[in-house]
């Protein structure tokens, strides 16, 4: 649901034009996947249209909810857990991914997505990401990029850009920024497709590629803290550049993917793939497979 | 401490020293399993060079006994020199009287001082056999010189080959049949130039006797029995980072685990082990991950999120000397703090703590069933000391549960109205677990303060009501639990003596000692470390005019827990010798003369 | 720190003496002992009490190991000095170790002597020479009852004192050659085998052992004048040889024992001898004498030492002719070079 539009005060068309909408919603079944917890973000977050694609891309892979797990950290992410009709992990800072590995060796029959925001992905947690990629266990990681510190409230990110003043960074903010996206091809994750929060419809089918990718599937999603950062990403500057993955575009080529994320462009959709990489649950059945044979 | 064996007992120390590659270690593994099948009690250390290559000094400690023993013993009876001039650094371990087995005809004479025999003293008994000469009789090589001195002990100390060359076949025939036979024949050699050429003026004699052969015990350490308990418990993920002493553990599970439907991560670091192993947790399968002192300090963290989020999981500390990198092959008893009170707030979990190797196993399979029905991590102390030295153990002999059975409550449905109270304020304080995957009972786990249904709730009523849930499933762990262990005297005592972990071995010889002396003497000896047993300890301090509480850290970290229970001030023999506690220390400090 | 290190071979009471005086004189120096035997350094002249059972081993000991620490002087006991290297200053252990010296003292002392003539059945003989013997005495004793004693030095008239004292049955048979190398004279050995036939001793004279043979658990002995001598032991007291075979090949001049100058040097730099393996040049006599006895021993030990620490002074003090043994004053005897 999106709290950008504002309904008018007037009362009766207020409960006329809600009520219908609320139908809308309810049919849709995006409903199914939500708890009745609301979310405790800022109006004009882009979090609620990632949920909302979200929601839409569960809907279509058709997950059941007591086979979901959403494994977050610390941050306005992390409160994912509790918005979701399902099975939940508030992890602490930077922790997630671990978490989220362990559930899904556990039971390899749950869905499982990992949330958080940059800092809690590339700072704290910077050095989990290579290895959860390099197991390429089967979850579905989407990185909440925002360019910020939000829940406390406004300090430097390993993605602020170079110059931004901070909360911690008065006079600019000396350090050069991550992208994600680059360190996830550098990585070589066996799935990475990027976009942003300001076109939901677009997200929904990226995500539900990503859910069904057999293998890690890594989507960093840049989307605005409109309470904390004013000049980097906001609703206004994030459709500039923005353009979908060129259809000619070949997502086994990682050269060719690296390029699109080097570009001055920023390009939402599947950057890369490679549906056929041995999970870590492949992995897991070839050593048991080998360690049978030498049994005695 | 002088032994009070009766005359026809058997306790023999032999340490067998070389540099690396003679093979010093693998002489006590063959003395090992064959005193174990011979139907003897063993205890042994090795004791490692410090560097990875190189020539550096490793010795294979061996206590060898017809009784059960806890201490593998300060003083060595007897010194086997592979290379004398680091021999000549072991004279120190030697009890009156050792005996000194070298090589009497090495290729070359020594430089002064280098060479072992002299060193012998008035009182210790030498003996010269042409080890290196007799190995190139038997494989043209120096490398049997180890095998030569076994056979030469098996005549000096009457000890019937049998076992022995039993186990040398057997190991050597597993490279080819050749090896076998040349190295049983420097056992041979090695037995027949003793027996012809020395006269026998030491007291050590076995008298060719076998106790009695034991079918199925083996020479186990603590780490195998602690992996051993792993697989038993049917663990799904091992996740763990490699550090000493802890490593072997993950090795054995990563062989073992496979086969049996389970897998072994070797994470990026210590975070992401625990990390896994609480994932798994929480998903309802049993995950573990063993390490030593700094990687349970990063683990404390994730350790107050699985008791604020009541997640099951255990964790294995094989302890080290510390702080920090601190010494990493040196043992020591200095974890406790941190494994009960490590990380932030008031956060409280068991804490186990192994005596033995058999314990090693037994303790550990409990762990895995107490983190289930108290939904909490649970760590389990041991040592590196307890994690490398080995003992005989006959699997098949040991009480699988001597701890209890503890059985997990899970909740399948939905009882009741409302949305599932996962954290449901209980008299026991266990709250019925629904793990992912059951339908309707849906939830989330987190490390924010939370109310029965799991929602963020920050209220101070609410804080208490959940802390003080939290701390009464300790409590209802403490009512279950089994009363710790009571030795010696069972009535007033002189001297009460606490200890725990491997401290409780050397406590037991040294209340053994005490009692022969006349001085009444009790024990107290706990597995389950925190929480503490408040009442069984009152009761124990009541009876005893003075308590000793003994361990192998600075500032007496469990006597600091005994003085909180008692609310009385306690006698601490602490120490940090980087090496077991000494039985000879507490009866010291018991008063006794050692 | 001095890189001196003074080796002296033995562990008797020459040996002793000289390592307490080099002490005295050189706080430095490294100064090590090296004796076959394991036992401290003992009193020999206890030992007949030890055999007999009157004390235990631990009342023979001089010092205790603690006067050797506290003086930082090495104790090598139980190790055999093979063979010694003069030009090289290195000293070659059995158990094959070397070990260099600046200085060399030798004390290596005696071993039971056995006649040549006797050598063909020298294994029946029991000698009473360091405490390894006197502890198979003291062990055998009770079931000793009949003993012969062949030879009659100094030492064999204490012994069958002390058997007689314990109830044996004690024959005394004095070899002329017992007194080696002095002169017993004829009132000698007729004032001795007085004295012991008040105690209980049958004393033959006159005769001399011709075999020995085992017969049960004892043995026969065969003589001169053909009477078979039935015993449970026979002990032989011929008196003692330097021990000094392992330096036969060292280059040093070695006639019974080692030739020194009258200021116990041994004819080399640095190599010096002094107790009962030595024989000491008396420029008076323009021969060479040798030390019997306790004192004697300590006596030149103690020259030695002062020697080797810088002094020049001499060992000829005792009389030419006559020497005063425990009461008995005998005659020496000068020993030829050529014997």
């Known amino acids: ?296 | 401490m002088g032994r009070d064996e009766p005359a026809e007992g058997i306790d023999v120390t032999i340490r067998i020293c070389g540099a690396a590659g003679d093979g010093s270690l693998a002489a006590g593994g063959f003395m090992n399993a064959a005193a174990a099948r011979m139907g003897y009690h063993i205890i042994n250390i090795d004791l490692y060079p410090a560097e990875i290559r190189g020539f550096g000094k490793s010795v294979a400690h061996v206590r060898i006994s017809d009784r059960p023993v806890h201490t593998p013993g300060t003083k060595a009876d007897c010194l086997v020199a592979l290379n004398d001039p680091h021999s000549i650094t072991e004279f120190g371990t030697l009890a009156e009287g050792a005996v000194v087995l070298y090589d009497s005809r090495p290729p070359v004479y020594w430089d002064e001082d280098r060479a072992v025999a002299g060193f012998i003293e008035p009182g210790m008994v030498g003996y010269g056999v042409p080890l290196g000469e007799l190995s190139a009789r038997a494989t043209r090589s120096t490398r049997s010189r180890n095998i030569v001195a076994l056979g030469a002990l098996s005549g000096i100390f009457r000890i019937d080959p049998g076992a022995l060359k039993e186990g040398i076949e057997a190991r050597f025939g597993r490279k080819s049949a050749e090896l076998a036979a040349q190295n049983l024949q420097a056992f041979d050699l090695g037995r027949s130039w003793a027996l012809e050429n020395l006269e026998k003026t030491d007291a050590i004699d076995f008298h060719d006797r076998i106790p009695g052969q034991r079918e199925g015990v083996r020479v186990v350490s603590g780490n195998e029995g602690a992996a051993r308990a792993c697989l038993e418990a049917g663990v799904r993920l091992y996740a763990g980072y490699p550090i000493t002493p802890a490593t072997k553990i993950m090795e054995i599970l990563a062989k073992e685990l496979p086969a049996r439907g389970g897998v072994v991560v070797q994470t990026e670091d210590e975070i992401s082990a625990i990390g896994h192993a609480v994932g798994s947790g929480f998903a309802g399968t049993r995950a573990v991950t063993a390490t030593s002192g700094p990687g349970l300090a990063l683990m404390t963290e994730f350790i107050g999120l699985a008791v604020m989020g009541e997640v099951p999981v255990v964790i294995i500390d094989g302890q080290r000397g510390g702080p920090s990198t601190g010494l990493p092959t040196k043992t020591e008893q200095s974890d406790l703090h941190i494994a009960a009170f490590g990380g932030a707030g008031d956060c409280p979990r068991p804490v186990l703590a192994p005596a033995d190797v058999t314990e090693c196993f037994t303790l550990t399979r409990t762990a895995f069933e107490v983190a289930e029905a108290f939904q909490t991590p649970v760590i389990v102390l041991l040592d590196l000391f307890l994690c490398n030295r080995t003992e005989d153990v006959n699997f098949s002999d040991v009480d699988p549960a001597p701890w209890g059975a503890w059985a997990e409550v899970r909740a399948e449905r939905h009882e009741g109205e409302g949305s599932y109270r996962r954290f449901a304020v209980t008299e026991t304080g266990i709250s019925p677990r629904a793990v992912p995957g059951t339908p309707d009972l849906y939830h989330a786990v987190t490390g924010l303060e939370h109310n029965e249904r799991g929602l963020p709730d920050y209220t101070p009523e609410n804080h208490l009501r959940m802390t003080r849930k939290r701390y009464r499933k300790m409590e209802t762990l403490l009512e279950r639990w089994p009363e710790p262990e009571l030795a010696g005297e069972s009535g007033r005592a002189e001297v009460g003596i606490v200890s725990w972990g491997s401290g409780i071995g050397a406590a037991r010889e040294a209340l053994a000692f005490l009692q022969t002396r006349g001085v009444r003497a009790a024990g107290f000896f706990p597995r389950l470390v925190w929480p503490v047993c408040e009442e069984a300890l009152r009761s124990f301090a009541e009876r005893c005019e003075r308590v000793i509480v003994a361990e192998s850290n600075y500032t007496g970290q469990y006597a600091g827990l005994v003085e909180q229970a008692l609310g009385a001030r306690v006698e601490r023999l602490t120490g940090v010798p980087a090496a077991p506690l000494d039985p000879a220390a507490i009866v010291a400090a018991a008063g006794g003369e050692a | 720190m001095t890189a001196d290190h003074y080796l002296i071979i033995g562990n008797g009471v020459a040996a002793n003496q000289a390592a307490e005086v080099l002490r005295e004189g050189d706080a430095e120096g490294r100064i090590t002992l090296v004796s076959n035997e394991f036992f401290p350094f003992y009193y020999r002249h206890r030992l007949r009490s030890f055999v007999a059972g009157e004390i235990g081993e631990d009342e023979l000991a001089v010092r205790s190991p603690d006067w050797y620490r506290e003086r930082n002087i090495r104790l090598r006991l139980g190790q055999t000095v093979t063979a010694v290297d003069l030009e090289k200053k290195i000293a070659y252990l059995k158990h094959m170790e070397k070990v260099t010296w600046t200085t060399l003292l030798l004390c290596c002392g005696g071993r039971p002597r056995i006649p040549e003539i006797h050598y063909g059945y020298r294994q029946h003989f029991t000698v009473l020479k360091g405490l390894r013997h006197a502890r198979a005495w003291r062990a055998r004793l009770p079931e000793l009852n009949r003993i012969l004693i062949v030879g009659g030095d100094l030492i064999s008239v204490r012994v069958a004192e002390t058997l007689l004292g314990l109830g044996k049955e004690v024959l005394f048979m004095i070899d002329d050659e017992a007194f080696w190398p002095l002169e017993v004279t004829e009132g000698i050995r007729a004032e001795l085998a007085e004295n012991l036939a008040g105690r209980g001793a049958e004393i033959i004279s006159g005769d001399a052992v011709t075999g020995i043979a085992e017969e049960g658990a004892g043995y026969r002995v065969s003589t001169r004048r053909g009477a078979g001598i039935v015993c449970d032991l026979v002990g032989a007291f011929y008196g003692l040889v330097p021990a000094v075979d392992f330096l036969f090949t060292s280059g040093l001049d070695i006639d019974r024992g080692i030739l020194v100058d009258e200021y116990l040097r041994a004819g080399r730099p640095d190599v010096w001898a002094a107790g009962d393996c030595a024989q000491v040049y008396n420029p008076a006599i323009s021969n060479y004498w040798v030390s019997i006895g306790w004192e004697n021993a300590r006596r030149l030990g103690e020259v030695a030492a002062r020697n080797i620490l810088g002094a020049a002074e001499t060992a000829v003090e005792p009389p030419v002719n006559a020497l005063t043994y425990e009461g008995v004053t005998v005659q020496t005897a000068w020993w030829k070079k050529l014997d």
Not at chain 1, 4 to 28: F, I, M, T, W, Y
């Open chain 1, 1 to 296: 649901m999106s709290s950008r539009s504002r309904e008018p005060q007037d009362a009766p068309l207020l409960n006329r034009g809600v009520a219908s909408r609320l139908d809308r919603v309810v049919d849709s079944g995006l409903l199914d996947y939500r708890s009745e917890a609301l979310p405790t973000w800022c109006p004009g977050c882009g979090y609620y249209g990632i949920t909302h694609a979200l929601a839409a891309a569960l809907t279509e892979r058709g997950i059941e909810n007591r086979n979901l797990v959403v494994v977050s950290g610390i941050g306005c992410a992390g409160r994912y857990p509790f918005f979701f009709k399902g099975y939940g992990f508030h992890g602490v800072h930077g922790r997630a991914l671990p978490i989220a590995g362990g559930v899904k060796i556990a039971r390899p029959d749950l869905t499982v997505l990992v949330v958080g925001g940059d800092g809690d992905g590339l700072g704290i947690g910077g050095g989990h990401l290579p290895h959860a990629i390099r197991r390429n266990i089967d979850v579905t990681y989407i990185l909440f990029d925002n360019g910020i510190y939000g829940l406390t409230k406004g300090q430097s990110s390993p993605t602020t850009p170079q110059g931004q003043r901070t909360g911690t960074h008065p006079y600019g903010n000396p350090d050069t920024p991550l992208d994600p996206v680059v360190l996830g091809l550098g990585y070589r994750a066996s799935f990475l497709a990027t976009g942003y929060a300001g076109e939901p419809d677009e997200l929904a089918p990226i995500f539900a590629r990503a859910l069904a990718h057999r293998g890690f599937s890594f989507v960093p999603v840049v989307t605005p803290c409109v309470t904390f950062d004013a000049v980097n990403i906001t609703w206004d500057r994030m459709r500039e550049g923005w353009q979908p993955v060129p259809a000619d575009h070949d997502p086994t080529d990682l050269t060719a993917a690296l390029n699109l994320a080097l570009d001055e462009n920023r390009y939402y959709g599947v950057l890369y793939c490679e549906p056929d990489r041995p999970t870590f649950a492949d992995a897991e059945a070839d050593t048991a497979a080998r360690a049978a044979g030498n049994a005695p």
